[in-house]
């Protein structure tokens, strides 16, 4: 399988009622980051930036009656600690999307298909998505993805090449790093291609 891609499952389906959502922290090598999930689902990631009791703080608001369960989801937890150690770019996980609207879906999946190493741009992806007009909606619904990195959003550049924003925490500069680090895992090398 081409490690530059991501083989993730955007579900639409509603997940079953009752479900209590759990979350969990992981320690890595940029710092801590965090996952939720109900189920198998994964509903939200929270990118290395912020300190644990953050972090736990953001899912317990987000979620209520969440969980703390450090066994959910092991294998993309081990991806994730791969990632941050430079020697995996693959993610199998199911993403739960079911609450997105019918564009944003598209946009979504779209945006899931971004190799690793390559860049595309809002209008891009608006123009795949079937609204060629629509780069601006795009934007807000990167800005609104709760699985960056999984679906990756860090790879979606205005249109002049800027990097836009990014709504993870660390902002520009993160998303900057991942490009850039996500090209050293590519080439293997420790002077990553130029952005």
Request: proline share 8%.
């Given at each position: ?80 600690r ?35 190493g ?78």
């Open positions: 399988m081409d490690s530059t891609i991501m083989p993730i499952r955007l579900l639409t389906t509603p997940p079953a009622h009752g479900i209590t959502p759990k979350y969990t922290l992981i320690k890595s090598t940029w710092g801590w980051l965090g996952f939720a999930c109900r189920g198998s689902r994964l509903v939200r990631l929270i990118l290395p930036g912020l300190t644990k009791t953050s972090l736990s703080h953001s899912f317990r608001t987000a979620f209520t009656n969440i969980e703390y369960d450090p066994e959910i989801l092991p294998q993309l937890q081990k991806s994730l791969a990632y941050f150690q430079a020697k995996s770019m693959v993610f199998d996980c199911d993403v739960d999307i079911s609450w997105a609207s019918p564009f944003a879906r598209k946009v979504y999946k779209r945006c899931s298909r971004i190799p690793s390559r860049t595309a741009t809002y209008a891009q992806l608006a123009e795949k998505a079937g609204s060629p007009q629509a780069a601006r909606a795009v934007g807000t619904i990167m800005a609104a993805n709760p699985t960056p990195l999984i679906i990756p959003c860090h790879r979606v550049l205005r249109s002049d090449g800027q990097l836009g924003g990014f709504s993870a925490p660390g902002g520009e500069n993160l998303k900057k790093r991942l490009i850039i680090h996500e090209s050293h895992i590519l080439t293997g090398t420790t002077r990553p291609k130029k952005l």
